[in-house]
């Protein structure tokens, strides 16, 4: 099965900084990756799918890049409310689905 | 608009099977390409995947769980039921539906919405 290691585990931030996480597949991906956002006792949010689309209704501050095996999720500018748990997820074909360990995001 | 919800018992014996139904609303799982699947969360702990059920009657397991799940649909009654055997303290955990949403391909699985969840405790 397709490991997901995301970096860094923990990270803290301020308000309006720029935010970089990141996940390494253990084997190439195509393009199946996605990110959410989960907020303590919450469901997980839907970020990103297919590593850079947009879900509807999420905030153009958050983006998504990579292919192969390193993907990138960043949040342009970080707004009080974006201080959560983020995980990626992959999609492999036999078919599989796995997820991240997780990145939390504090205020600093 | 799309809605669904876990619906179970809240504490399960060691060695019992747990069974949970997810009933959702604003889709119908007999339409091409729709999808549910269920992941569960330990407490304090990350995501994990654990079934899906396609709506040509399809399912997939995880390959670590294959031997104790089973996901049936019940189109009429619009619901997901997952059935996991041989329970035990350390799949105490949140379990979770949610409603599939593909990708540019059409064959990818993404869950664009969940229900709240459910908290299973295995304890005897």
């Known amino acids: 099965a397709i490991q997901l290691t995301q970096s860094p585990t923990s990270l803290s931030a301020s308000v309006g900084d720029r935010v970089t996480i990141t996940c390494r597949a253990s084997q190439g991906l195509s393009h199946a990756l996605a990110w959410y956002q989960q907020k303590p006792g919450k469901p997980p949010i839907l970020l990103i799918y297919?590593?850079?689309s947009l879900q509807s209704g999420v905030p153009s501050r958050f983006s998504g890049s990579g292919s192969g095996t390193d993907f990138t999720l960043t949040i342009s500018s970080l707004q009080p409310e974006d201080f959560a748990t983020y995980y990626c997820q992959q999609f492999s074909s036999s078919p599989s689905i796995t997820f991240g360990q997780g990145t939390r995001l504090d205020i600093k | 608009q799309i809605t669904l919800k876990e619906s179970g018992p809240t504490v399960v014996k060691p060695t019992q099977t747990l069974t949970l139904t997810c009933t959702f609303s604003g889709f119908t799982l007999s339409t091409s390409g729709v999808g549910v699947g269920w992941i569960r969360q330990p407490p304090g702990k990350a995501l994990e995947w654990l079934a899906l059920m396609y709506w040509d009657d399809d399912e997939r397991y995880s390959p670590s769980l294959k031997s104790r799940l089973t996901i049936i649909k019940d189109t009429s009654k619009n619901q997901v039921v997952l059935k996991m055997t041989n329970m035990d303290p350390v799949d105490t955990a949140t379990y979770y539906c949610?409603?599939?949403?593909?990708?540019?391909?059409?064959?990818?699985?993404?869950?664009?919405?969940w229900g709240q969840g459910t908290l299973v405790t295995v304890s005897s």
């Open positions: 949610a409603h599939r949403r593909r990708g540019f391909n059409g064959y990818e699985w993404y869950f664009d919405y």
């Open positions: 297919d590593a850079s």
